[in-house]
């Protein structure tokens, strides 16, 4: 018979430390199972030190996953990849790497999902927006995909909405006993972006966080309907953005100052989303 989830938790917690590596004293069957799924949000891509399992994937074992996990004590499997798309979940993303969805099973305690951006092309929005040069160079990306009142981004991001409830679906079908976490992405510019600090215009860098904002409305949406639970790493991350000194940053810049792939999580962000998992998983074993 399945150990609760609460059991587990305890158990784990009295039998190490929250904030070091996985307890050597708690025995294996005792430790939560922990299952993470997505992409580079998730993986933390340039992050030292890399992930020898799985190298094509670029994945950090500092990545907010396995900063969760040592918090927890967990057993972990990480599975999260860079550029990955809810395809991966079902297909390889490379010869050699096994589905995302492989990685669950009934003995499942605990899984993280952070995906979504890939399968809205928010990296090549991100690469549209570039502007080195001041107006009236250049040309604004937010005025070009939103020209005649449509919202060519927005747009998609609605239309992929039932595409995440189907994951939910599935992660639910293949570890009917885990808890879910969703965890969102992150505040990448403040209100009216910082140019030329970072080469995005105003409009454009307003325009991007828009649209991550509402892929995490989408995310947390579908996690409400599922009963999983939503992290929020966009309010945590407040003052932490690509425009935050270069030692405040959680999110990278357009050109990375430190381990870690631009417009990605570093390690100190890493750091603080995992440890804002480990919280949420806490705080739901305790009701």
């Known amino acids: 018979m399945k150990t609760p989830l609460r059991a587990l938790l305890v158990t784990t917690l009295l039998c190490g430390s929250v904030l ?12 939560l199972r922990y299952v993470a799924l997505g992409d580079s949000y998730a993986a933390a891509p340039l992050v030292r030190p890399a992930d020898p399992a799985d190298p094509k994937c670029v994945r950090s074992l500092a ?31 490379f010869a050699g790497t096994a589905p995302q969805y492989d990685a669950l099973s009934a003995d499942t305690d605990v899984v993280s999902i952070t995906i979504g951006a890939n399968d809205n092309a928010l990296s090549g929005l991100t690469s549209g927006c570039l502007n080195t040069l001041p107006r009236p160079f250049g040309k604004s990306c937010a005025a070009a995909n939103t020209e005649g009142g449509a919202d060519r981004y927005g747009t998609a991001i609605d239309a992929w909405a039932p595409t995440f409830d189907a994951v939910l679906d599935t992660v639910r079908r293949r570890a009917p006993h885990a808890r879910v976490f969703v965890v969102g992405y992150g505040s990448y510019f403040r209100a009216g972006g910082c140019f030329p600090s970072q080469p995005y215009w105003g409009q454009d860098a307003d325009y991007i966080q828009a649209k991550v904002d509402q892929l995490g409305a989408v995310l947390r949406a579908a996690a409400a309907r599922h009963g999983a639970a939503f992290v929020d790493t966009k309010a945590l ?51």
């Open 20 to 31: 070091a590596a996985p307890a050597a004293t708690a025995a294996e069957g005792d430790r």
């Open 237 to 287: 991350g407040y003052g932490h953005d690509s425009c935050a000194p270069a030692a405040d940053r959680y999110i990278e810049g357009a050109v990375s100052t430190r381990d870690a792939f631009p417009l990605h999580p570093n390690a100190q962000g890493s750091r603080a989303f995992g440890l804002a998992l480990a919280d949420a998983v806490r705080a739901d074993a305790s009701h």
């Open 63 to 93: 990545d907010y996953p396995h900063v969760a996990a040592a918090a927890l004590g967990a057993a972990l499997t990480d599975v999260t990849c860079s550029g990955a798309t809810v395809a991966d979940f079902q297909a390889p993303r």
